[in-house]
């Protein structure tokens, strides 16, 4: 990618879009210009919000773009997992005005910019303090409006993404704690997944549960106070939902660093920043490394912390260097 190059980014998410323009300079580093966030609800498309977007920042758009979203990126017509937008892949250029396009999961892109960023931009959460930049895979996991899950793999100074859909996967109750929280998602789905669970709205189904098991009637709230009380401990039910979180989120986010053989783990998404001190202190490490015969295994996997808001669009316009260089 030759020096002084730009090209819009957007991030989408299910609740959250974010816009930029990516700046690429030499040796492919990423600066981001005129970065703006808007709620996907209250845009009817991702055409609509591309022409806000260039509103916004007062100048005509660049020819070329990459695009992250919270969506298998493989359909030829592509429904945001937890969002209203659809997205139809042969049309994005001509909707977009746009030359070139790179459309790439928005966990894929998380990974991407992860490949890039330096060790000192990285928060030791737990294990040993292991190399992120060797030969490898480590696994990417973050809890938002939903459970996201990639891989990275380095080998001999290069590197490759794979797009998964883990945050799929069955949720496997440890106690009788986490039995009653199933029991009680049954009622609502046929199927529940860890990120019913491992996510944003998860908190309040495991609030929920707690109370169900006192018997109390919990205080009405939006998943927004409930984060928040829940973090600053002012009501206790909530930062006892909080500390079942972590446990749930440690085991799950185990079980697929099992699954994919990785070294390391990334901690990214939404809500990372949010919760990382009780991170440190919960029973998160406890759950990550209990896995039976494997447990000596685990306690040598190292865990971090990517705490960037503009991860996705770092990422996205990697993906675009990796994919047109």
């Known amino acids: 990618m030759s020096d002084d190059h730009k090209i819009a980014v957007v991030d989408i998410g299910g609740t959250h879009a974010r816009f930029a323009i990516a700046h690429m300079t030499g040796n492919d580093a990423i600066t981001l210009e005129d970065v703006v966030k808007m709620r996907v609800d209250e ?37 945001l997992t937890n969002a209203r937008w659809i997205i139809r892949p042969s049309l994005l250029s001509t909707d977009l005005k746009l030359n070139r ?48 899950v990639a891989h990275l793999r380095r080998d001999n100074g290069d590197y490759r993404v794979t797009q998964t859909e883990g945050g799929h996967i069955d949720f496997a109750p440890l106690d009788v704690l986490e039995d009653k929280i199933l029991s009680n998602l049954r009622q609502q789905h046929q199927r529940v997944s860890v990120e019913r669970i491992v996510s944003g709205p998860g908190l309040k189904n495991i609030y929920q549960a707690l109370a169900d098991m006192k018997g109390l009637e919990p205080e009405k709230m939006d998943d ?75 306690e040598n996997i190292g865990v971090y912390l990517a705490a960037d808001d503009n991860l996705g669009l770092k990422g996205a316009a990697a993906a675009f260097i990796q994919e047109h260089q």
């Open 43 to 79: 845009h009817a498309s991702l055409r609509l919000a591309w022409e806000v977007y260039a509103n916004q920042i007062g100048q005509r758009l660049p020819k070329e773009g990459a695009i992250a979203l919270a969506a298998p990126v493989h359909n030829d017509v592509m429904q």
């Open 101 to 148: 396009i790179t459309l790439v999961n928005d966990f894929s892109a998380a990974a991407h910019a992860i490949a890039g960023m330096e060790r000192e931009s990285f928060k030791h959460i737990s294990g040993p303090h292991n190399s992120l930049n060797g030969d490898g895979l480590t696994s990417v996991i973050g809890p938002g409006t939903g459970l996201g």
């Open 224 to 298: 927004q106070e409930l984060w928040q009380k829940a973090s600053n401990s002012d009501d206790q039910l909530a930062a006892a939902a909080l500390d079942r979180f972590c446990m749930c989120f440690g085991a799950v986010a185990g079980d697929l660093v099992l699954a994919q053989g990785s070294n390391n783990l990334v901690i990214t998404g939404g809500l990372a920043s949010r919760f990382q001190e009780r991170l440190l202190t919960s029973r998160f490490q406890q759950r990550f490394v209990a896995k039976g015969r494997f447990q000596s295994h685990m």
